[in-house]
């Protein structure tokens, strides 16, 4: 149901225009109000409390620091191609896993979380607002981010729990379909 209303309230561009507010509130704002963003970070909560034991906290808390240093090179400008599709490849690729209660070595479910952080990071540094502070508006995206991973993980230890991990593989299938909206848009 989140998703449905998320995909029918947003259009997948709506996080990358950028508010006359800047620095901290901006940077809450970029994956708060960016279904694309805000279902990959999701998924990276479930996804890790899907998998258990250490998985609970090492995926949430890979994501933002490479997703810092994504957004970083985003700041600088340095060059990285096909930035909306790696986002929307991520959200396909973290529905499938948690759809498919796909439990990979704890470093390969960190290589691709590392991954998809580095193009989420990107665009929140090159969408920096012009006026903001970098290092509030890091903070502020950086924030967020926990926020949503915490979320994720709550449902996913709601989810994973009754009907055999049903309930999260179903809301992982939500996210992977969507991905491919987002792929589609």
Partial sequence: MVV?????????????IVGQAGGFSSGIAHPLTGPDHFLAMLAVGIWGAQMGGRAVWTLPVT??????????AGMMGLPMP???LG??????????????AWRPPEAVALLMVAVFALFHGYAHGAELPRAADPANYAAGFVIAT???????????????????GVPARLIGAAIALSGVWFLAA
Avoid: K, N
């Fill in 4 to 16: 449905g209303v998320l995909l029918a309230s947003v259009h997948p561009a709506a996080a990358h």
């Fill in 63 to 72: 994501f933002p620091l490479i997703m810092t240093l994504g957004g970083i």
């Fill in 82 to 84: 096909s930035i909306e």
């Fill in 87 to 100: 986002i929307a490849v991520s959200i396909v690729a973290l529905g499938t896993a948690i759809a498919a």
């Fill in 146 to 164: 926990g926020a949503i991973h915490l979320l994720g993980i709550a449902i996913g230890l709601v989810a994973t729990r009754p009907f055999g």
